[in-house]
């Protein structure tokens, strides 16, 4: 098994000499032409090139992945770097952004990209009616100026020393301006990949551009197939029968049965994926914030990454920043089982004889309803009663999540602090799946997004992080690492991706065919 983290030698960027002499082989030199199959989670019946849409990795290896670009790209080692933007600069108070787009790009249909595209696909996240997990990012931009056809300058109501690293959101495709309905209907991009096929919830085929600005240092397969394969032990069988050449989120229940297969790598990479049960604090009882610490303390975090990830994670410490981010608050003492704690926040929560409906499906996360029940026998022991409620996997992020006041949650996590933070602590953001707007926090995160000076935006960041574990309304009781497996005729970057599952979602940009 090969194991992967940014924030180890791979941060350092000498990753290969580690590996060499430690006796490790190192990966032959990309070769292109074939196929590449993969089984993926994730996938809806509902499906579509809407990048406003998209949620899962089927989707998100789809389209950012291949067959569109965004105007940034962060790269394996956790860097940024340009896509459709060549360079971009700020302003002092980094309250004006100039980028300089790429030239001699043109979309799958002819058309040329330029400045045009890039005002008409951002504005389609703050369109009336318009229901995008990236609308606070563009939201925060004033405005939009196309200086010429390659360079364009953004002005934001406040500073953000981040906001490059926001233009790589998943959710912030180009599309061509004018033809952008045929676009979403069609899957015209910008990316390595054309669309050959696409059955929502089932199936998408792309096959490779002629010539592309990435020609010679990505996209090696001639094709690439995404099969939607929702069931973990189908994925399995499916890569152990050699219909597929790579599948995520692997089941560490049948780990020991990839291992035994002597055609088969397991790649492991550490990242801010984490696992949560979110409480809508706005929602009765969970506003009461002596019942969310009871349920803080009445969780055992280790059992879960014991139990659930079979050691393939650490436990969390209830912030969504992870070991991978800049500022991770690694100090903060961490919670721990205590039954007599979790008792005494009962007892002050004044709620009398309750029963709290935890909703869970393995949609959310391999290992989630057996999660569910496990903490529900650990709170059970602080006397707090938990009924677990197990939902259908079929539109579970639909119905469920955001809806539901209890449930379980998996998120990949973010490059960055702030962009983690708006994505889902921010006050009114769409995927705000705790209802959080705790003042001092809200100002904090204003302030931090603004600051330039690190130090002070460490502390301002280790005290968001605080707030959290003590009062927020997410039990974060792991942090799981990124498993996945996949054939050994596909090659990888010594560097593998840790923002996404699947490198980044973008194995098709990156990995190639050996034999």
């Not at 436990?315 to 704690?341: H, R």
Request: glycine fraction near 10%.
């Amino acid at each position: 098994m090969t194991r992967f983290s940014r924030r180890g030698m791979l941060k350092t960027g000498v990753a290969a000499g580690v590996l060499a002499a430690s006796g490790m082989p190192l990966r032959a030199e990309p070769k292109k032409g074939g196929r590449l199959r993969v089984g993926l989670n994730g996938a809806n019946s509902s499906d579509s090139w809407d990048g406003r849409t998209h949620s899962d990795i089927f989707m998100i290896a789809a389209a950012q992945g291949s067959v569109f670009d965004s105007l940034t790209e962060v790269a394996p080692d956790g860097t940024l770097r340009g896509e459709l933007a060549e360079s971009w600069d700020a302003s002092s108070d980094a309250k004006t952004w100039t980028f300089n787009l790429r030239k001699g790009v043109t979309f799958h249909n002819g058309k040329a990209f330029g400045a045009d595209d890039v005002i008409a696909s951002l504005e389609l996240h703050t369109a009336e009616g318009a229901k995008s997990a990236a609308k606070p990012i563009v939201s925060a931009i004033t405005e939009m100026k196309k200086i010429d056809d390659h360079q364009i300058q953004f002005t934001l109501g406040g500073g953000n020393a981040d906001f490059p690293f926001l233009m790589s959101d998943y959710h912030l495709l180009m599309y061509p301006a004018g033809q952008i309905e045929e676009a979403i209907a069609k899957g015209i991009g910008t990316g390595l990949y054309k669309v050959e096929a696409f059955e929502p919830g089932v199936r998408f085929v792309g096959k490779r551009v002629d010539s592309h600005y990435k020609d010679g240092s990505a996209g090696y397969f001639d094709e690439i197939e995404y099969i939607a394969i929702n069931d973990s032990t189908a994925r399995m069988n499916a890569l152990m029968t050699g219909q597929v050449d790579a599948i995520n989120r692997i089941d560490f229940k049948t780990e020991a049965l990839l291992r035994a297969n002597p055609k088969i790598d397991i790649q492991e990479v550490t990242g801010n994926q984490h696992y949560t049960f979110a409480m809508l604090t706005q929602t009765s009882p969970y506003d009461n914030v002596h019942l969310r610490q009871a349920l803080k303390y009445g969780i055992d975090r280790q059992e879960m990454v014991d139990k659930i990830l079979l050691g393939h994670g650490q436990v969390g410490n209830d912030t969504p920043i992870g070991p991978a981010n800049q500022y991770f608050a690694g100090d903060l003492e961490q919670l721990a089982y205590d039954p007599d704690k979790a008792k005494f926040h009962l007892e002050k929560a004044g709620l009398g004889d309750i029963t709290l409906n935890l909703s869970a499906s393995d949609a959310a996360f391999t290992g989630a309803v057996d999660a569910a029940q496990l903490y529900q026998a650990s709170a059970g022991a602080a006397g707090i009663k938990i009924n677990v409620v197990q939902e259908p996997a079929d539109g579970y992020w639909s119905n469920v999540w955001l809806k539901k006041p209890f449930c379980a949650v998996y998120w990949s996590g973010r490059a960055t602090e702030d962009w983690m933070f708006s994505s889902a602590y921010e006050k009114g953001v769409p995927w705000n799946d705790t209802q959080w707007d705790h003042p001092r926090f809200q100002e904090l995160l204003l302030a931090a997004r603004a600051n330039l000076d690190s130090e002070s935006r460490r502390k301002q960041y280790h005290e968001m992080q605080q707030i959290l574990r003590d009062e927020g309304g997410a039990i974060i009781p792991m942090f799981a690492n990124y498993v996945q497996a996949l054939s050994k005729d596909i090659g990888t970057p010594e560097t593998v991706g840790n923002l996404w599952q699947m490198d980044n979602a973008r194995m098709a940009e990156r990995w190639w065919k050996t034999a």
